[in-house]
């Protein structure tokens, strides 16, 4: 039974809306400060260098220059702390790939920064650098990092694959490759340090993760955490991409300004953003299935690479969420899943939306289809056969409970697509054939078992004399509606009217370490540490509200109920303002920290057996694509799509970051191609490095399945991530079922697809 | 950006005020390339000359025989000239492939010329409409075939502080169509484009004349694919034939936008595509 909620559920309107809308919102760059100098990067040129020197003799005859800042400037451990410590803040004999900052240099302006920059003089040897990860994990390969080139590995084993393997009645086997996808946000990276009078420093950082940049600017300055304070800029757009890099960035500023006394800012350029920040790791996968006479999968193999670029930043995590879902959202008995991230001397890959899932969602689920013409059924049909339900158990041996609609979204998109119409392959007209293409998926939300000693968040409750309420949390609001989500929450908790709660940017000295704001955590985390905080105000609130209104008269054997901001009871009633006052004139605590930590997880890296994340969202697709013969163009036409992520806490929003999702996911599938070349990015730019545009836009339909999730804030689990995973699969398939070409690799140009149209013609 | 950005008001005044600038310059006029390549790194002037707001350059004008369209024109302003939908159908067919609304906005004819890519939707539909070129000089004024402007990627037959005044296309009732293949939908370069004019005649086609865009160092024009269609009818035959022998006419490569094999192709295939719409 659904819960009588005056916010939860209901499209109130974004609480950033307006000041980004008329351009007012403050974003790094847009701040200003008296005697702030700028900063700018020195780059390495090469993919692999031995520094040799480092001379800023010709910068200094720049008017405005003030100085160089190397690896000797640093006072702290020359390690940014992420998950594994090697990557150096700035590097001190060897730069390892293009693009990577080996050193800095501070001017009166940002122009003059530019120039000086240009004018530092690196001395460097080339040394013999990797390119390709496949060929990075061969035995004679240069080495890079460790003596295999593997930043990290994983194992997921249960059954026997090989026997399976060997009785099955019908086996499918392929390999897939996915391409890096950049970020794109709107704003690029940049941060503002200002020393303190007592040594420490502010820090305005774009970031999704101030505690991150909070860790890595005390690590560099080597100063305690509470001389540091970490505030967060309004952030133009994250995507994963300002999870981990943001700290380099800011910790790159704060070595400036604790250099030169001065504030300073460090805002980058598009170029340098797409050569030296965080991108989507390119992916291979071999993966094979098998199944019985009856078309019920009996095993399945995956070995799954990762590019990891130059540093392991968050590869190791990365990769572990990609093989937890590696053999998809199926019953399987027998599974063997191997995975690798490999280190290759190019830019650094991390997070990106849906954090190493899609790349292997693209394989598995280009690969059931093959596997369900083989079987002879129909792609949903096969699916439907073998989807995981409520009891079911994953790979991992978790056994899932009530909060799994999946059957449930793949019947809806099923219906809605007019699926069992379209399914079977339609005649030409012309030269464009028309087909349409399904998957299915899960995703684990939050850090689940590897990320698990930071999944917990803080928040603080606040509530002024006035009744207006501010909220402080950890985690940030980067254009996903975490300021409106979370305000609706603390709005329902404490029956506070909407428009008197603020939800704030991060400050680090307000709320403790809250983890990342990163797979799809921030309205299940952050929700759940301002119910906490607010259920003791809710109490003081209520029982003040109840005694106002027995005060004035109210017949006190009727329920008091509270709605929108008013407290009522037998015919009486007040507002929260007026309740709020009543607390603060009775001297009643009005303000409250909350804290909450996810529930353990049971999984064991020995054999990937065990509870891997705490609760799972689900998601399926069909998507219609229209594919011309001659040019091998795809269109896409119309995405179905269906999701189970809880209870919504606010539709209009939700609909918003599904549209994203599937664009981004779309945009990735098929066109975006970063290239690189002998070790050079070849295209870091928005000129050939194509997104789509609205004009490439598909018809969406859009529905949500609320399977409530009791752990969940009003029972809501997590969706940012989820509407982009199945995109290029579905999309994929449908290309197969419009005109036979079954192409392996994303972006699925359509140089790609009229190769394999000629490989269809010649058949 | 150079330190030096200057503005001069007339052609007189430019004149005047050249020899007092730095040797490195270059004319800047919608900035929708040369900002670009500034920002890229690849643009090293000390000084640009804004001649966007030229009064000598900024207009279309119909004369009795030809319709000029000066370089300063911006394309959005070709977009809704009565005179350029009559006089160059093919150009106007282009504009909507022509990058964006906003960039239309600011880009000029002369700076799509002037920047010489082979991939120039603008001067690849100006070589179909067998546009001529004029160029300005201290005063001194040339008439150049616009094919024989293009030299090479980024490279024209335009001398140091020589400027383009405009375009001049011969008033000739004819169709025209543009075809793009891009990366997307809109807003994009081109992998291959073919510009097509034809002047129609009962059934048949009297004079063609196709160019192909991002298919050879120049926007190309075809001119054995030209030659062969003249006088013919546009039967399914004669279209298969044109579409075959385009394709021995252009040299593309392989680059980061797409390969060589396949922009061959595309230019039979948007060709036959393009003779079809005509036909």
Redesign the interface.
Same mark, same amino acid.
């Given at each position: 039974m659904k819960e009588k909620l005056s916010y939860i559920g209901r499209s109130l309107p974004r609480k950033d809306a307006l000041i980004k809308a008329v351009g007012a919102a403050q974003y790094a760059d847009d701040r200003e400060f008296a005697g702030l100098l700028h900063a700018a990067a020195v780059r390495s040129p090469r993919p692999r260098i031995k520094i040799l020197s480092i001379s800023d003799a010709r910068a200094r005859r720049l008017p405005g220059y003030v100085t160089l800042v190397t690896y000797r400037d640093i006072k702290g451990v020359n390690k940014w702390p992420v998950v594994m410590q090697d990557y150096p803040f700035l590097p001190e004999k060897e730069a390892r790939f293009a693009g990577e900052t080996v050193a800095l240099v501070v001017a009166a302006t940002a122009r003059a920064a530019r120039k000086a920059a240009a004018l530092v003089e690196i001395k460097y040897r080339e040394l013999p650098f990797v390119e390709d990860p496949l060929k990075a994990l061969e035995k004679d390969a240069v080495k890079i990092f460790g003596d295999d080139n593997v930043i990290s590995s994983f194992v997921i084993k249960k059954g026997s694959v090989d026997a399976a393997l060997k009785k099955a009645a019908y086996t499918a086997e392929g390999e897939f490759s996915t391409n890096y996808q950049v970020h794109a946000y709107l704003e690029t990276q940049g941060a503002i340090a200002l020393p303190e009078s007592d040594g420490g420093m502010t820090v305005h950082s774009t970031t999704q993760c101030p505690f991150y940049v909070l860790d890595a600017v005390a690590a560099a300055l080597g100063i305690p955490y509470h001389k540091v304070k970490i505030l967060q800029t309004v952030t133009g757009g994250g995507f994963g991409g300002k999870e981990d890099v943001p700290a380099l960035v800011a910790s790159h500023a704060a070595l400036c300004a604790a250099k030169t006394g001065k504030p300073v800012k460090l805002i980058y @350029?598009? *170029?340098e953003d797409f050569q030296s920040m965080s991108k989507r790791h390119p992916g291979w996968a071999r993966v094979a299935y098998a199944a019985d006479k009856s078309g019920r999968i009996t095993a399945c193999r995956v070995n799954y690479v990762l590019d990891g670029g130059a540093y392991s930043t968050l590869s190791p995590i990365v990769l572990w969420r990609g093989t937890v879902h590696a053999a998809g959202p199926y019953k399987i008995a027998n599974v063997d899943i191997k995975t690798y991230a490999a280190a290759t001397n190019k830019v650094p890959c991390g997070a990106f939306r849906g954090f190493g899932q899609p790349q292997v969602c693209f394989a598995q689920e280009s690969l059931i289809d093959e596997l369900a013409e083989k079987v002879g059924m129909d792609p949903v049909q096969f699916r439907l056969k073998n989807l995981l339900e409520p009891g079911d158990r994953t790979v991992t041996g978790q056994k899932l409970n009530s909060s799994c609609g999946l059957k449930e979204l793949v019947q809806t998109v099923r219906k809605r697509s007019g699926w069992d119409k379209k399914a079977k392959p339609r005649a030409a007209a012309g030269d464009v054939a028309t087909g349409i293409g399904f998957s299915a998926t899960y995703y684990g939300v939050g850090l689940g078992a590897k990320g698990r000693y930071l999944d917990r968040a803080g928040a603080l409750v606040n509530i002024y004399k006035d009744s207006s309420v501010g909220v402080n949390v950890g985690n940030t609001e980067m254009g996903q509606g975490a300021l409106t989500v979370l305000a609706q929450i603390a709005a329902e908790t404490l029956n506070a009217p909407y428009e008197s709660v603020k939800v704030e940017e991060v400050d680090s000295s307000k709320v403790p370490d809250s983890g990342p704001t990163v797979a799809s955590r921030t309205t299940l985390m952050s929700g759940n540490a301002i119910i906490e905080a607010a259920a003791p105000l809710r109490e003081r609130i209520f029982k003040t509200a109840f005694s106002l209104l027995s005060a004035a008269g109210a017949d006190a054997s009727k329920k008091m109920v509270a709605a929108g901001g008013i407290f009522s009871m037998g015919g009486k009633s007040v507002d929260f303002r007026k309740v709020v006052a009543e607390c603060w004139f009775r001297r009643l605590k009005m303000s409250e920290q909350g804290w909450y930590a996810a529930p353990r997880t049971t999984f064991r890296m020995e054999d990937g057996q065990g509870d891997a994340y705490v609760i799972y969202s689900y998601s399926a697709d069909a998507a219609e694509v229209e594919v011309d013969l *001659?040019? @091998?163009?795809a *269109?896409v036409k119309k995405i179905w799509a269906a999701y189970d992520v809880g209870r919504i806490v606010n539709p209009r929003l939700a609909v918003g970051q599904a549209q994203g999702g599937i664009l981004q996911g779309m945009s990735w599938a098929?066109?975006e191609?970063l290239?690189y070349k002998n070790g050079i990015m070849?295209?870091p730019?928005f000129? #050939?490095y194509?997104i +789509?545009?609205t +004009? #490439?836009k598909p018809e969406y339909d859009i529905t949500f399945i609320e399977k409530p999730y009791a752990g969940g804030p009003y029972k809501a689990k997590g969706m940012g991530e989820v509407p982009l995973i199945g995109v290029a699969p579905a999309v994929a398939n449908a290309i197969k079922n419009a005109c036979g070409a079954r192409v392996n690799s994303v972006p699925l140009l359509?140089?790609k697809i009229?190769k394999e149209l000629k490989k269809v013609a010649a058949r | 950006m150079p330190e030096i950005i200057v503005k001069p008001s007339n052609l007189k005044e430019l004149w005047k005020m050249l020899p007092g600038l730095p040797a490195r310059r270059r004319y800047l006029a919608g900035g929708t390339d040369l900002v670009?390549a500034g /920002?890229?790194?690849v643009e090293h002037s000390e000084c640009w000359i804004d001649i966007g707001d030229l009064p000598e350059l900024g207009s279309i004008k119909e004369a009795a025989g030809s319709l000029f369209i000066g370089s300063g024109v911006k394309i959005s302003e070709i977009e809704s000239s009565k005179a350029a939908a009559r006089w160059c159908p093919a150009l106007v067919a282009a504009i909507p492939h022509f990058a964006s609304p906003s960039l239309r906005n600011m880009a000029t004819l002369g700076g799509n010329a002037a920047n010489a890519s082979p991939c120039a939707d603008g001067a690849c539909s100006l070589v179909a409409e067998g546009a001529s070129v004029l160029l300005a000089l201290k005063g001194k004024k040339r008439r150049l075939p616009l094919v024989d402007f293009f030299l090479g990627p980024k490279l024209t037959a335009l001398k140091k502080d020589e400027l383009i005044l405009g375009f001049e296309i011969r008033k000739r009732r004819h169709a025209g169509a543009y075809l793009k293949?891009g990366? =997307?939908?809109?807003?994009?370069?081109s992998?291959a484009a073919v510009a097509v004019t034809a002047e129609l005649s009962g059934g048949a086609v009297k004079r063609v004349r196709v160019a192909l865009g991002s298919v050879a160092p120049v926007p190309l024009y075809a001119a054995r694919t030209s030659a062969f269609l003249a006088d013919k009818k546009l039967s399914a035959e004669t279209i298969a034939e044109a579409s075959a022998l385009v394709r021995t006419e252009a040299s593309p490569i392989t680059d980061? =936008?797409?390969?060589a094999a396949?922009r061959l192709?595309?230019c039979g /295939?948007l060709l036959e595509r393009a003779l079809k719409s005509l036909a």
């Open positions: @350029g598009r *170029k *001659k040019t @091998g163009v *269109k098929l066109y191609n290239i070849v295209n730019n000129t #050939d194509v +789509a545009t +004009a #490439d359509p140089e009229w | 670009t /920002v890229a790194g293949l990366p =997307r939908a809109y807003f994009g370069i992998k980061t =936008r797409s390969e396949y192709d595309m /295939v």
